[in-house]
């Protein structure tokens, strides 16, 4: 038991240990709970303590960031200020450059511009002087052709039939002539006096090489409009004599110079080959007189390589012929040879044959033969002087005596 005095009273009163756990445990709880609740109180109120710190603190913070902010705000409205100023100097500086690049593009355009116009302007001149001086040119050889037609037509309208051929076949020659020590050292052209035939041409032409062989040679006709005995004819009306001119004087070509049917562009326009009608037959103007035998000597001069390159592939086949024939021969020669020895050894065989039936008929014969002799000497030895004397008692009277004889002398 234990004695317990009330606070309040003063009275003492007594209580088991039951009890007093009891009361201990009540007091301990109400302790708890009043501990608990000022616990809870405190606890509150540091609480609010604490949130309004928290609440200050945060607040500071909150005006210390912003303040913060705002001077880094400041600060980047600051380089954002400077930026844009650099910008705008960066900008006004480049579109500087820019316009300034501009204008001196623009300088230099307008001064190729300028360039441009001023070559244009000295090409379109300088071609402008250019067709001039063509123009002139022509002109001038216009005029100059024209004269010369219109010599011709004063020549041809003043000068006699006589004057006019004897000009044309002068032109030629006086042409030649003038190349014969250049071009022409081993060529003559001269007039065809030789009318044995019953006509001539008015020139031949020939040409030889170096070792006097003759190349070319051309037979040589003119005719002129103007010549009253050609008076309305044409071209064609001369090729056949010229033909058999060419012919009979045994030249290789023939040409017809003319100035017959000048409004002919056939004839005017060059040389006119006239082989299908005649064996090669040329007409020609005379300006052409020169560069046909020029072209028919170059011509010449080829067909002289081509010819002795055939006259030796025909040397080469001339000695294969020869070889070909030589072997030919010695061919014929050896068959005949053959053929004899041939037909004379055959004539051996067949007498050497002839010779081997002989011989074999002589050895049947001689085997015949010694057949016979084997018989007889088989006779023979058979043969007895019994045998001898049967039948014949005269001789075999004598054979004994002769035995008797024979025994005696012994």
Known sequence: MNDIKCPSCGKVFKIDESGFAEIVKQIRDHEFTKELHKQEKLFETDKEKSVQLALADADKIRLTEMAEKDSEIA???????????????????????????????????????????????????????????????????????????????DMKARLSTKMVGESLEQHCEIAFNKLRATGFQNAYFEKDNDAKTGSKGDYIYRDFDENGIEMLSIMFEMKNEQDGTVKGKKNEDFLKELDKDRNEKKCEYAVLVSLLEPDNELYNEGIVDKSHRYDKMYVIRPQFFIPIITFLRNAAMKAMVYKAELALIKNQNIDIANFEENINTFKEGFAKNFDLASRKFQTAIKEIDAAIDSLEKTKKELL???????????????????????????????????????????
Not at 130 to 146: H, Q, R, S, V
């Open 75 to 153: 600060a980047l409205n600051q380089k954002i200020a400077a930026a844009r100023t650099e910008t705008k100097l960066a900008v006004s500086e480049a579109v500087s450059a820019v316009e300034k690049q501009r204008d001196t593009l623009a300088s230099e355009l307008k001064i190729k511009e300028t360039e441009k116009q001023l070559l244009e302007s000295n090409l379109k001149e300088t071609y402008a002087n250019a067709i001039k001086a063509k123009d002139e040119i022509y002109a001038k050889e216009l005029k100059i052709k024209d004269e010369q037609i219109a010599q011709y037509k």
């Open 368 to 410: 015949s033969s010694e057949n016979n002799l084997r018989l007889a000497n088989n006779k023979a030895e058979d043969l007895t002087v019994k045998r001898l004397t049967r039948g014949n008692p005269t001789m075999a009277a004598k054979f004994a005596a002769l035995k008797k004889t024979g025994e005696a002398e012994e």
